[in-house]
């Protein structure tokens, strides 16, 4: 069965921390990863996006991991910021004849305090 | 900028009213879908349409209907709304076949309370 799983469900951090947020999946055929911000009472829009070849990409203070073997990716958030307080959801796509089929993670949802 | 509009933010409603909850995307994409979002169980896809008059059940259509008379435009409607519809709905389009990374691009989401 295809599925997206996140962890933890819930952070609380300090302003200026660094966290770690995981994305497990068992998505197949695999087409690609997305991270998504979702600020409260808004829709998600996309952080950055994970490839069959890519093991690191970042965006800003944003750097998002790939272990396609092991099916893992991770968000790691350094120097966290007030703004950062959000969801963040892991959605993984898989390939099908017909395009790709999207599946989403629970979401995390983290809090920076000061 | 990549656009995508919800007619409503925030929806109150009776059990059994008939309720309409309209996207527009200014993008000319031919996939658009319709989710909700509920605490604990992440978006869950109710329908898609990737092209003009087609439509696709999703995960949960139970309860629900879509509507896509213009690439625009697709509707979403509750024809007797319940008190297990209360949820946030959240609307989304991507270009068709040709890209296999496109992005989903999300409204802003429509919070809908049936009492």
């Known amino acids: 069965k295809n599925q997206v799983e996140q962890s933890p469900q819930s952070l609380i951090i300090l302003e200026g921390k660094n966290c770690t947020l995981q994305?497990?999946?068992?998505?197949?055929?695999?087409?690609?990863l997305r991270w998504y911000k979702q600020d409260t009472g808004r829709g998600p829009v996309s952080l950055t996006i994970?490839?069959?070849?890519?093991n690191t990409k970042s965006n800003g203070r944003y750097t998002a991991t790939l272990d396609a073997d092991t099916k893992q990716s991770s968000l790691h958030i350094t120097a966290s910021q007030l703004s950062d307080s959000a969801s963040y959801i892991c959605?993984?796509?898989?390939?099908?004849?017909?395009?790709?089929?999207?599946?989403f993670g629970t979401g995390t949802s983290l809090t920076v305090i000061p | 900028d990549v656009k995508v509009t919800q007619s409503s933010r925030y929806l109150v409603k009776r059990t059994g009213e008939k309720v309409f909850l309209e996207c527009v995307q200014d993008?000319?994409?031919?996939?658009m879908f319709w989710y909700r979002q509920d605490p604990g169980l992440g978006l869950r896809l109710i329908y898609f349409?990737?092209?003009?008059?087609?439509?696709e059940k999703g995960d949960i259509p139970e309860g629900y209907s879509v509507s896509r008379e213009k690439k625009e435009r697709f509707s979403l409607i509750l024809e007797s709304a319940s008190t297990n519809q209360t949820s946030m709905y959240l609307c989304?389009?991507?270009?068709?076949?040709?890209?296999?990374?496109?992005?989903?691009?999300f409204g802003p989401g429509t919070r809908l309370t049936v009492l």
């Open positions: 994305c497990n999946y068992t998505v197949s055929p695999f087409s690609n």
């Open positions: 959605v993984v796509s898989g390939v099908l004849n017909t395009g790709n089929q999207f599946y």
């Open positions: 994970m490839t069959f070849s890519e």
């Open positions: 993008m000319d994409h031919e996939n």
């Open positions: 989304a389009s991507i270009p068709g076949l040709a890209g296999r990374f496109n992005e989903q691009f």
């Open positions: 349409s990737y092209d003009v008059k087609m439509k």
